[in-house]
């Protein structure tokens, strides 16, 4: 198995420069912190973590600041700690870890890489933002179902926090639904044919770390409004969406967490979910072959989602 390391270099604007050197003073003032405890006594990365956390009742700035970020210097002085030790244990005169100057410390760690379902392409370029309705409003929802759990079952005070709660959720699905039937609206009214993929939601949601998004996303209600909007909307397998390059068709592996396809074939370099709308495009034309389009629906266009109707499965067989 090969890693493949990429170095990119960064030309941020003077407010970038500026919090990016923030950051870099603020992870060096915490190094100088764990270096004068590590001088007393060896400190385990844990050890070092704990006082982080006492360190930020005192220091309450510290909220401010990415904790992956600030927790990695513990690695990096455990490590440096651990590397001392293996060389004195071969003979070797080693000193101690010293205190960071200004100038010395040049570095910052963000140790965790992510993705969110944040946008989605359409094969014009076209992205629209996820809203994620759901996720904004999880810290309302967790304050009142707290009060729900500590009030007395059967009392009024608890019937309110229960309708309280109610309407959050009201406000949510409100939401959802006004983002959806908005963007369906808009690809109704500009295109005549729209081509989804078939996703297996169910298998989808059962990765614990997305489902939430997914759930939140409501793909199935969103399909539903395009459904009966759209003039014709079309189903294609989401077979190699991701994986085929859309101009040359080598394909390209690539995992949840790589947002940007790169084809070494022809050096095409475009983000994933726009290279998957096109290939979604291409894959309906192939279904009834665009030459026998009406002149009318010569304008389609792709959405990167899909849902299983009965109506879908009848306009694909028509056009097999």
């Keep these: 198995m090969f890693t493949r390391n990429y170095k990119f270099r960064l030309y941020p ?4 420069e500026r919090h990016l050197q923030n950051n870099l003073a603020v992870c060096r003032w915490l190094y100088n912190k764990f270096v004068k405890q590590a001088k007393k006594s060896f400190l385990s990365r844990n050890d ?4 982080l956390t006492e360190l930020k009742q005192s220091e309450p700035w510290l909220y401010n600041y990415y904790s992956k970020m600030l927790q990695m210097i513990s690695t990096q002085i455990e490590s440096a700690e651990k590397s001392l030790i293996k060389l004195n244990k071969k003979g070797y005169k080693t000193g101690t870890i010293k205190f960071a100057r200004y100038n010395e410390y040049r570095t910052f760690t963000y140790n965790q890489s992510g993705f969110k379902f944040e946008k989605r ?3 014009d370029g076209y992205s629209t933002p996820n809203p994620l309705n759901l996720k904004k409003m999880l810290k309302p929802l967790a304050r009142v179902q707290r009060k729900i759990s500590r009030r007395k079952k059967g009392s009024n005070n608890r019937l309110k926090a229960i309708h309280h ?7 949510i699905v409100n ?15 500009n295109n005549d044919v729209v081509f989804v993929e ?12 997305l489902s939430r998004s997914i759930m939140d996303s409501s793909w199935g209600m969103f399909l539903q409004k395009l459904e009966y909007k759209c003039k014709l909307l079309v189903e294609v397998s989401s077979q190699n969406t991701t994986i085929n390059c859309s101009r040359c068709g080598n394909k390209v592996p690539k995992g949840l967490t790589v947002r940007i396809h790169r084809c070494g074939k022809c050096n095409l370099v475009i983000d994933r979910d726009y290279n998957a709308s096109i290939n979604i495009l291409q894959k309906g034309l192939k279904i009834f072959g665009q030459d026998n389009l009406p002149q009318e629906l010569w304008k389609v266009t792709p959405v990167e989602i899909s849902m299983r109707s009965v109506k879908q499965e009848q306009i694909i067989q028509r056009f097999r």
Excluded: G
Excluded at 48 to 51: A, G, H, I, P, S
């Design 198 to 209: 078939h996703l297996e939601k169910l298998n989808m949601v059962k990765n614990r770390r």
């Design 165 to 171: 709660l109610q309407r959050i959720h009201e406000k």
């Design 121 to 123: 392409y359409d094969s």
């Design 48 to 51: 070092m973590n704990y006082f």
């Design 175 to 189: 939401r959802r639904k006004d983002f959806q039937h908005k963007l369906s609206t808009a690809y109704a009214n």
């Design 13 to 16: 604007n003077s407010n970038q």
